[in-house]
């Protein structure tokens, strides 16, 4: 394999931190930016290049120009060739453009980087079978078609381009609504399907949502956790119905699918951003607690770095380990079959300090222990 194609969506995932969750629309990543958003698509694609570094004089890469492609392969010191210009910033008609060239180019397996957006442009864009590895850098990645990681995705790409792996599937495009996703909504579609390699160590499973036999798991969960909050302690509830439910039970406004604080059983801000969520943990009294409340993704099993982008780097160094509540109901964690809960963030000191067992509560008065893992 010698002609490898690369697609970087510059803007992917910059809602993330700043709880917009997403970057779909020019409005949108205009308010992203004067939020203080910063890239990090291309970093994310440096994390999955490093990866293939001893193929770099085995392999070209043909791609856009720009933050699209050129520059990380040229800070790395890859071959490459453009085969994309880009006039001014990039857009989706650029990634459109550049997926039917690195066709017409017949490279042998694209890499893009990217969100469910991007996995959807490519592909509304792709007309033959040519194997495809997503490097996770979005807001919302609910598809099949990215690898676990950056890193697995570098990994898994070294694998397939050394001819390592050589099975291929067929795997989901699915996207959702953004507007919807911004009002509490959840409106997910499949969009078609892409051939990525078998390989179930690095690439991630199809997200899995709560069914609804989980809702008097989660009640139960929620009075479980409620008997247990403390007096006058920050509790940063995060994105998803299990701890959502919480609020529900205290009969207080919550965002499912956003961050929720509360402090003494009542919700003092709801739908919180990184830079919010620092400006209460930087003015709080002296000796007062911070907790966490987060739970796992359903099937990819995530619980920090996914989803949840407003829960940064820059805000778990606040907390310790100890600080940390993990709810699941028994549905949930059974998707995972017996792997580890994940997290991932860009601070390799941040996802060792919170790796480890931890007492997930399933019920109320019951846990069990699974392992939360920075293994990328």
């Known amino acids: 394999m010698e002609k490898i194609g690369l697609i970087i969506n510059p803007i992917a995932g910059m809602g993330g931190r700043v709880g917009l969750k997403g970057t779909d629309g020019k409005d949108i990543l205009e308010k992203a930016r004067s939020l203080g958003a910063e890239p990090e698509a291309t970093t994310k694609a440096a994390h999955m290049l490093q990866h293939l570094t001893d193929l770099s004089k085995s392999v070209k890469f043909l791609t856009g120009e720009g933050a699209m492609g050129a520059d990380v392969l040229t800070e790395h010191g890859f071959d490459f060739e453009v085969i994309h210009a880009v006039s001014g910033e990039s857009s989706q008609e650029d990634t459109l453009s550049l997926v039917k060239a690195l066709e017409e180019a017949k490279v042998e397996l694209i890499l893009f980087v990217g969100g469910d957006g991007t996995a959807r442009d490519v592909h509304d864009a792709l007309t033959e079978d040519i194997p495809v590895i997503g490097v996770p850098a979005g807001v919302k990645i609910y598809s099949a078609v990215h690898g676990n990681s950056p890193e697995s995705a570098g990994r898994l790409a070294a694998n397939v381009i050394t001819e390592k792996v050589t099975t291929f599937t067929r795997a989901e495009v699915i996207d959702l609504d953004e ?33 609804q036999s989980d809702a008097d798991a989660q009640e139960s969960i929620a009075l479980d956790v409620i008997d247990s909050l403390e007096d006058d302690t920050l509790y940063i509830v995060g994105s998803g119905t299990t701890p959502s439910e919480i609020l529900v ?48 993704m359903g099937g990819q099993g995530y619980v920090l770095g996914r989803g949840n982008q407003q829960l940064s780097e820059k805000v778990l160094s606040y907390l310790d380990k100890d600080d940390i509540i993990i709810v699941a109901t028994p549905n949930k964690l059974h998707t995972l079959s017996n792997r580890d809960m994940l997290i991932y963030t860009l601070d390799a000191a941040i996802n060792q300090k919170f790796s480890g067992y931890y007492k997930v509560t399933t019920g109320y008065g019951q846990k069990t222990m699974h392992k939360l893992s920075s293994k990328q």
């Open 249 to 296: 039970q205290l009969d207080q406004p919550v965002t499912i699918l956003g961050v929720d604080l509360l402090q003494n059983k009542k919700t003092i801000a709801t739908d919180v951003n990184e830079q919010e969520i620092m400006d209460h943990l930087e003015n709080l009294p002296d000796g007062t607690n911070v907790k966490l409340i987060v739970t796992t």
């Open 179 to 211: 507007a919807g996703f911004r009002n509490d909504e959840v409106d997910i579609s499949v969009f078609g399907y892409l051939t990525v390699p078998v390989d179930e160590t690095h690439m991630q499973n199809l997200k899995s949502p709560s069914p």
